[in-house]
């Protein structure tokens, strides 16, 4: 019987020649969104490298530059693409959400979002916005995904759910270098459970999407690594501290970018409603005016400066996190293709790094690592991937429970005093299918 048995399913598994086809593409699919997304980010790197050229020629360049890249950007999203604006991520939760009608999820995830969201949101480096480019890498890699449905045979049994799923945790996979984020990303944010039949595959082209990123840069962490020492008791109070404040601060950074981002009433929504080229204008404006006082400090992503005080080499100044806080918000608000993980990364560093200084400690790093793990979680209130994702950027595996307790309880913070930003966002997205000849411009 066990031979009768392993024969059936040999010829289950191994001589189904369509099953086989199935998982081939979906796996060059994968491979090719993990190209993709490596090729983002040079052209995001390139794209910020010219905009701090130009500041470092004339630090008043912004001051023109920067409001009117995001004007060009905000029409030509609001003319072209509108599902590509914003982070990204809202718009994968809402393509698989069951409101939304498997033809109707072009509005949200297409190739043509992709591409679109590859060059504004590199655009928006090139302004010198305060912006991340990981959650836009979820929607192009969903993008991506999900156009492999086209080729997949019907007896592949792979749903197209599955591969936008896969195809937003592929691409942070790919972006973070954090093949076990992606995964946790998959799981915690885009949906509770992955489906038993094809969790396997799915899994594999995360990872796989991860290992086409580390054949072409290296396995590198993007932090460098952080050493946690000897444990002591003096640190505990800091390191309370540090998860307290970020805690309340990314609760508040989510808040605030829902309300901001929902509301369309009062004398500013009304504005951004009615006037939305010379409202981004504005936002430009202030960004670029916050980016002359921070000395160039909340320009762009955040890596270099976060890199930087990590290291030991730079220090950050009081006013850097609620700069970069507003800076980001307000770039965010503007209405342009803009992701908010590697600010708030950098928010959540700069909340350590202040602590750290302020109290004249030794051990900034783990107060940094702590405050970078903190906050992420507090604004997306996805603790495990949160942390995992920090976890992996600082090879910090000897921080793990220093970094799980700080995702959990800044995590749990934030729900007291905001509603989960992503999936609030994607409500948002959601009604866009009952706004009159929406649906018509769905897009394959």
């Not at 309370?240 to 309300?259: E, N, P, Q, Y």
Request: hydrophobic share 50%; aromatic share 10%; proline share 4%.
């Amino acid at each position: 019987m066990i031979y009768a048995r392993f024969l059936v399913t040999l010829k289950k598994e191994f001589l189904n020649w369509k099953l086989w086809a199935g998982r081939s593409i979906v796996l060059s699919y994968a491979a090719v969104a993990g190209l993709t997304i490596v090729g983002f980010t040079k052209l995001a790197e390139f794209s910020f490298d010219w905009f701090l050229a130009l500041q470092g020629r004339n630090r008043w360049a912004p001051l023109f530059w920067t409001p009117i890249v995001t004007i060009v950007i905000v029409y030509l999203t609001r003319k072209f693409a509108l599902g590509s604006a914003g982070s990204g991520i809202p718009q994968v939760i809402a393509a698989l959400d069951s409101k939304c009608k498997p033809e109707y999820r072009g509005l949200f995830v297409s190739l043509k979002l992709s591409i679109v969201k590859i060059f504004l949101t590199s655009a928006g480096l090139l302004g010198g916005l305060s912006l991340g480019r990981e959650g836009p890498s979820v929607q192009i890699a969903a993008g991506i995904m999900r156009n492999a449905k086209r080729w997949l045979p019907s007896a592949a049994n792979i749903s197209e759910a599955s591969l936008i799923m896969a195809g937003g945790a592929a691409g942070i996979a790919a972006a973070f270098n954090t093949p076990l984020g992606g995964v946790m990303f998959a799981i915690e944010e885009l949906s509770k459970s992955l489906e038993q039949r094809s969790n396997g595959l799915m899994i594999a082209s995360i990872v796989l999407a991860g290992l086409v990123g580390i054949s072409i840069d290296g396995n590198y962490t993007y932090f460098g690594v952080i050493q946690p020492g000897g444990f002591s008791l003096n640190i505990i109070v800091p390191c309370i501290l540090v998860i307290l404040v970020s805690g309340i601060l990314g609760g508040l950074f989510s808040k605030v970018l829902i309300i901001s981002l929902r509301v369309n009433r009062g004398l500013l929504g009304k504005f951004r409603t009615n006037s939305p080229l010379i409202f981004a204008g504005a936002c430009g404006l202030i960004v670029a005016l916050i980016g002359i006082a921070s000395n160039g400090e909340t320009y762009g992503t955040g890596y270099s400066h976060t890199q930087s005080i990590i290291a030991g080499s730079e220090s950050t100044s009081y006013l850097f996190v609620p700069l970069k806080f507003i800076a980001t918000w307000l770039s965010t608000w503007s209405g342009v293709p803009a992701g908010i993980f590697a600010p708030s990364l950098a928010i959540g560093a700069g909340i350590g790094n202040t602590i750290s200084t302020a109290l004249t400690l030794p051990s900034a790093q783990i107060l940094i690592a702590i405050g970078m793990a903190g906050f992420l979680a507090a604004v997306t209130q996805a603790p495990m991937t949160s942390f995992i994702i920090v976890m992996e950027m600082v090879d910090g595996h000897g921080l793990v429970l220093s970094l799980m307790a700080s995702a959990l309880v800044a995590g749990g913070i934030s729900k007291m005093i905001s509603r989960p930003l992503y999936p609030s966002l994607a409500k948002l997205q959601l009604l866009i299918l009952e706004t009159p000849g929406a649906r018509e411009n769905t897009v394959d």
